[in-house]
């Protein structure tokens, strides 16, 4: 009975740490480091990052790319686990759980960052950016170092700037071309104090919901309208819904990459110098590929007999840009005009 009952002990504990262990990797909290096929030799850091859009998007293909690079670099001492669509956290929760640590890296965009650090409301401007050179100026420049320098004193480690695209305005029973049209409309929105205002400049009546929420509430016929990039609106299939794409390139979508601090600190410095090349790599390959991603997915929109685009003329977004000035002074006022000045470059 002796040798019984100690087998069965050790069967008991043996199956409840298969449990927890499980558990905790369901719950995106497995231990941070774990011997992985190694033991006695190195222990392997592994990153849980989470993010919530589709693998296919400028940003899942540039975390997958990030992943890669990283344990190439590392020769395998860090795991760089990706978790997309949500599948963690909703863009609501996951910045959140990064500073509880149940995360190490996030990649929010802009918007959900304002509400830690209240001067990233500029990069929710609207016309804000020229082009994608002028994108890349200042995402890899003196502003963008200066903008993630601002997150060390919420305990934040900002690593890097990515680039979603330009965004474009859609509806669903006519195209939106002139301040007037969006009187009176409902759009959905990320949640951003900028951009509530934006379309309330316009007349429309900005609603605010979470990204992983739109197209389940786009087939509830919830709202009239929204604004984003070609390569969302590509990869969920907003158009069925909303077929009136207006190319305006009025606005940004952008996301700050971002690791918790403490996580961050207590990594050995060789690592950090590598996940920083890692990033600086695969930032540079971010920002091509968003850009050869939503120029190629336009395309395929435009062959498209049950999508009608249409493209702002010159005169056509000085009249936007007209509505949207109350928004510059406002910032001015509140924050001052250096920041501006030097994204604007001037």
């Given amino acids: 009975m002796g040798k019984k009952w100690r087998a069965w002990t050790i069967l008991l504990f043996v199956g409840l740490g298969l449990v927890g262990w499980a558990a905790s990797r369901q719950l995106g909290r497995e231990p941070l480091v774990y011997d992985d096929e190694q033991k006695g030799l190195k222990k392997q850091i592994i990153i849980y990052f989470s993010h919530v859009v589709a693998e296919n998007t400028p940003k899942g293909l540039a975390a997958q790319k990030f992943a890669e690079l990283v344990e ?23 910045l959140d759980a990064l500073l509880r640590g149940d995360v190490q890296m996030i990649a929010p965009s802009f918007s959900k960052v304002t509400e830690l650090v209240p001067e990233w409301q500029v990069l929710d401007l609207p016309f804000l950016f020229r082009d994608e050179d002028d994108v890349r100026r200042v995402f890899t420049g003196k ?37 007037d049209d969006f009187r009176g409309l409902r759009f959905r929105i990320m949640p951003s104090e900028v951009i509530e205002k934006q379309f309330r400049l316009l007349g429309g009546e900005p609603v605010a919901v979470s990204f992983d929420r739109v197209y389940q509430e786009l087939e509830q016929h919830k709202f009239d309208g929204q604004e984003n990039t070609i390569s969302n609106i590509y990869s969920k299939g907003f158009y069925k819904f909303q077929p009136y794409i207006t190319i305006s390139n009025h606005g940004y979508l952008g996301y700050a990459v971002m690791m918790n601090q403490s996580f961050w600190d207590s990594l050995p410095k060789d690592i950090q110098q590598k996940i920083t090349e890692a990033m600086a790599e695969a930032t540079r390959w971010n920002l091509e590929q968003s850009k050869e991603q939503n120029e190629r997915e336009l395309k395929q929109l435009e062959r498209r007999e049950d999508v009608f685009l249409y493209r702002l003329s010159e005169e056509e977004k000085r009249k936007w840009e007209q509505k949207f000035a109350p928004l510059y002074d406002e910032f001015t006022r509140q924050f ?10 001037s």
């Fill in 72 to 94: 190439q670099k590392t020769n395998g001492r860090v795991k760089v686990e990706v978790f997309p669509n949500g599948s963690l956290y909703s863009d609501g929760e996951e």
């Fill in 143 to 179: 502003v963008g170092a200066e903008l993630l320098r601002m997150l060390e004193a919420k305990g934040i480690k900002g690593l890097a700037f990515w680039s979603n695209g330009f965004k474009q305005m859609m509806s669903t029973t006519r195209p939106l071309i002139a301040p």
């Fill in 336 to 345: 001052g005009s250096g920041l501006l000045n030097e994204i604007r470059g």
